[in-house]
């Protein structure tokens, strides 16, 4: 091991990962550190080989995280990005694990299309990792739990996004669409549904109070602004335009953009609006404390004209076995 010590005040500049995102035998472009004590010293130099002897030493030492660069995160995440498919499929790997490097590749990945969202290469990448995300959620319940148990409860569009797409697959699976074309063109509409919000200001969107009606109305536009981005990359199904467009909309004619009732929004539209709303109501933002499940459950419950009612009880159902009982109760 290279003795060069990395002191406590640079540490913000190194990013921890899961040991078991590292597969053996990889040849990386990026250099691997480990925290020893209080300090971070290289580990092993990008281009040698992770072999399973390096790995079986780590675990025998109880080793769970290494670190990286910040500066290399772009390699990493394009590394794991590429090789997702193996780690989910790896029986040695802990449930929990997988959906650790899944929930953080997605969130890295969604901040890559927020940044550049006109790029068709990460839309592309989009559509791959939702495939996987697919895979993962069609292996059963457990698997979706164990997304919600790592789901960040702290509101950023990202983040959001990636939480909006766990919903949307699983209530899909949940109210019997098994077919992975339809989930995939589901996901990736839930993924991207909030893709328009890149051309609405950091002032408005990170605004420590409500909107006013002008910033409200500036907020309206992004379900038309994340079709006119997408629309220029030609990369995704037509499908999965709808909920982009529609996820704002309600079924009995409050929503916006179009006003549009029921038989009108695309069975997408209708179980991202659910996804989207439960996962605003219960995350943390800046002008507003996040609501716990149930009582979240209960307002929407409330509000039930607006939403699809055999898909919000299918939601409910999702959330827990006792869900429905215990807000019929409350």
Known sequence: MVSTVLKNRTEQKFLPIFLESIRVDSVLDFDLYLQVNSNLVLYRSAQLPFTERSRTKLIESSVDRLFIASCKKEHYQRYIEQNLDKILEDPDIEDEKKAGILYETSSGLVKDVLANPTYGENIRRSKSLVGNTVEYILKGRDAFHNLMKITSYDYYTYTHSVNVCTFSVALAQQMGFYDKQFLHDLGVGALLHDVGKSKVSERILNKH???????????????????????????????????????????????????????????????????????????????????????????????DSCFDGKLLRAFVDLMGPDALSNIKKS
């Open 209 to 303: 109070a409500s909107l006013n009606q002008y910033e409200m109305g500036i907020m309206r536009n992004h379900p038309k602004w994340g079709i006119e981005i997408l629309t220029e990359t030609d990369e995704i199904a037509s499908a999965s335009y709808y909920p982009v467009l529609q996820h704002h909309e309600r079924c009995d004619g409050t929503g916006y953009p179009g006003n549009l009732i029921m038989e009108d929004i695309h069975i997408f539209s209708k179980i991202v609006a659910i996804a989207d709303t439960f996962d605003a109501m219960t995350t943390e933002r800046v002008y507003q404390k996040a609501n716990d499940t149930f009582p979240t459950l209960r307002a929407m419950f409330s509000l």
